[in-house]
C-alpha cells in the first residue's frame, strides 16, 4: 500500500511539472538601448493566449489571443511591443529603455497542454558621465556622476592616499568622486581610470594642461576686475554728482523739510550701492575647489 502511493506521488508531480512549467531569465541592458524578453514556447501545438504581466515602476499588462487575432494593452506605454509574431515566438520588446522599466517580469501561455510560466528580471544599466579637474593647491578630483552601478575610480600612479565619496540619487544612480593630491613635480602626469559595466574610460592631466587651464582663468580675472574698477568709477561720480546736488539743495530755504525726506525717497537712496557690494562678495565667500574632498 505504501508503494502504491508513493508511486501515485511521483506520478502526480510528473503531471504537474508537464502541465505547469516555470523558468527564470536575467537580462542587463543598457540605458537607450533595446531590451528582449523572451519566452520560449516549445510545443507543437498552437497556444491560445500569451500575457505579458510588468511589475515596475508602474503595473502593466500585454496580451494576445490567438482564436480573435487580437492584443490587448492595459497600462503600457508605446515603447513595450512583441518583438516578432505573438504566436510564433511571443517575446517583449521594449525600446528604448529606461530606469523605470527595471522591475519583475512575467509571461504565461496557455495551450491545450497546459499553462507554461516564464520570469524575467529587468536590470537597466546606466555609464557615468567621467571629469577629471585639478585646481591651483594640487588636488586631482575624478568624478563619475550617476551611474548605476556605481563605477569603480582608480589612479595612475596608484595612491593609497585617496578620498572617495558617495552620493545616491533618488533614480537608482549612483555619482562617485575620488580626490587626490598631485604633486606635478614628481608625477608629470596623472590618470584616472573609470571601471563600470557599461563603460571604461581613462582620462589624464599633466602641468601644461593646468597651466594653459590657469593662464585663462587669469586673462578672464583681468578682464572682470577691470570691468569692475569702471563700473566703480561710475558709480563714484553719480554718487560726486548727486552729493553735489544735496548740499546745493540744503543751503536752499527749504533745507530743513528737504532733508528731512531725503531718506524716504527711492532715488536719493545711498545704501543700494552698499547692498550690492555685499552681495557680490557673499556669493564667492564660501566657494572652495576642495569643498568636496574635505570632511570625509
Request: charged letters at 15%.
Amino acid at each position: 500500500m505504501a508503494q502504491t502511493r508513493a508511486v501515485l506521488a511521483a506520478l502526480l508531480f510528473l503531471l504537474i511539472s508537464l502541465v505547469q512549467r516555470s523558468a527564470y531569465n536575467t537580462v542587463n541592458v543598457e540605458a537607450g538601448h533595446e531590451a528582449v524578453l523572451s519566452c520560449p514556447y516549445f510545443s507543437k501545438m498552437p497556444l491560445l493566449m500569451v500575457t505579458w504581466k510588468m511589475k515596475s515602476s508602474t503595473y502593466c499588462s500585454l496580451a494576445y489571443r490567438y482564436d480573435n487575432n487580437e492584443t490587448r494593452k492595459l497600462n503600457c506605454n508605446e515603447r513595450m511591443t512583441w518583438k516578432y509574431s505573438p504566436d510564433n515566438d511571443p517575446a517583449l520588446r521594449i525600446y528604448p529603455v529606461n530606469l523605470g522599466d527595471e522591475g519583475n517580469y512575467t509571461c504565461e501561455i496557455v495551450s491545450s497542454e497546459g499553462n507554461f510560466i516564464f520570469f524575467s528580471s529587468l536590470t537597466v544599466i546606466v555609464p557615468p558621465t567621467v571629469t577629471l579637474t585639478s585646481d591651483r593647491s594640487g588636488v586631482a578630483v575624478c568624478q563619475a556622476s550617476a551611474g548605476k552601478p556605481a563605477a569603480e575610480i582608480s589612479w595612475i600612479p596608484a595612491n593609497n592616499h585617496s578620498t572617495e565619496k558617495e552620493v545616491h540619487h533618488p533614480d537608482g544612480t549612483v555619482t562617485r568622486v575620488s580626490c587626490i593630491d598631485w604633486d606635478s613635480s614628481m608625477h608629470p602626469t596623472v590618470t584616472c581610470l573609470v571601471t563600470h559595466l557599461a563603460t571604461n574610460k581613462s582620462l589624464s592631466l599633466d602641468p601644461s594642461y593646468v597651466s594653459l587651464k590657469l593662464h585663462y582663468f587669469l586673462i578672464g580675472g583681468s578682464a572682470s576686475v577691470a570691468a569692475v574698477i569702471g563700473v566703480g568709477v561710475i558709480l563714484c561720480l553719480i554718487f560726486r554728482c548727486k552729493a553735489s546736488r544735496l548740499h546745493k539743495s540744503a543751503l536752499g530755504p527749504a533745507a530743513p523739510f528737504a532733508t528731512k525726506n531725503l531718506r524716504s525717497t527711492p532715488q536719493h537712496e545711498e545704501p543700494r550701492a552698499v547692498e550690492l557690494s555685499v552681495l557680490s562678495e557673499s556669493v564667492y565667500e564660501n566657494y572652495n575647489p576642495r569643498i568636496m574632498c574635505m570632511n570625509s
